[in-house]
């Protein structure tokens, strides 16, 4: 069995598997199959130490901490994860030896760590994509000086959609890229019941929250927020619906603000940030789940929408159409008004919702079983 370093800027720390969920479950499912070692790649500061050996649920893994931080400047960024992958080099060399191939999750920050590591260790490289590298960071980095070390020092790039492979060829075309969604645990995101309900109030979802993204013009409404908020105003009914809004850096007060109301009176229920078990609860009752972001790869709330028997709406970028297939509608990104139209629609029609919700869970099975991922990944270990 093959011995594989898997590296991913974002990871949970301290028991908390709210930040970084998503990699957990992908090493979780992977160590089960390989021969796993994992590091979690974070910034320095006074209160970290340089290297810490965690567990969380029984998955253990290394803490690398190292100063970096995030500026403007295509060289001096790339120059810190040169420095950056030198001393991970140093400090942990007698591992990284013993390992036979270098996964890296998210080619702007571990993938370019991984590319130098690949190039100094001799060792193969998977750069495992994600979307916002790709969409946003490499399209302006991936030429500059320390990134084009991705460009022979990655043997294969893998994407979570077919559409982001097609980002990818566009950004390295003679390299090799290969899909493997990612999927979700159908086990734990269980079909519901859900026509057991005692009252006729259709219940929609949004988890994307409102954090400030400067790295694209929508800032706040990178993930299609405030363009739902916007949408959500103009239905001008609201006596049998509702509304869920939660995600990072969402608050009551916030959302007053961008609509410049009391979202109460317009039955919008502010959730905050939520662990995943609480996504799953919500999701549970949930009838909707709206997906209205800018950019996107193959979002995992999508996927959980699918695997929970949500319907969905959506909009129209990247990876999300893979997700629709009698089972939910599409809309232009920032069009609030036919996002509008499109909930009135679907909400008008109990017989359209109840055969989207039951289509969103035969999709699941059918492309988005996370057990697929692990099977597929070893099998590329493999070959590779």
Known sequence: MKKILFLANTFPVDQKLSSGVFNFNAAKQLSKVCDLTIIHLRAWHPKRKFIEYKSINGLNFICFSFPFRPVRNNFLTGFQLFIYAFFLRIFLS?????????????????????????KKLNKPHIAQCIGTDVNVTLVSQKDSFFYSVMKNHVDIFTTNSYALEKQVIKLYPRKTIKTIYRGVDLNFFDLKNDHSKVDNKI??????????????????DYKGGITLLKA?????????????????EVSEKLVNEIINKDCKKFNIKVLGNLTRLQVKELFQTADIVVIPSWLEGLPNAG???????????????????????????????????LLSELIKKLISSPEKLREFKVNSRLLSERKFNSSQFSKQYCNLYEEI
């Open 232 to 248: 959500w105003l103009n239905l001008k009914e609201f006596n049998n619906i509702e509304l869920n809004f939660a995600g990072p």
């Open 203 to 220: 219940i929609l979802a949004y988890i994307g929250g409102l954090a400030q993204r400067s790295e694209h013009f929508t800032g706040r």
């Open 94 to 118: 007698n591992l990284l030896n013993k390992q036979d191939i270098i996964h890296s999750v998210g080619a702007s920050f571990s993938g370019v760590v991984g590319a130098f590591l690949s």
């Open 303 to 337: 996927m959980e929408a699918l695997a929970s028997s949500c319907a969905v709406i959506a909009s129209d970028t990247g990876g999300i159409p893979e997700l629709i297939n009698e089972n939910g509608y599409l809309f232009t990104p920032g069009d609030t008004k």
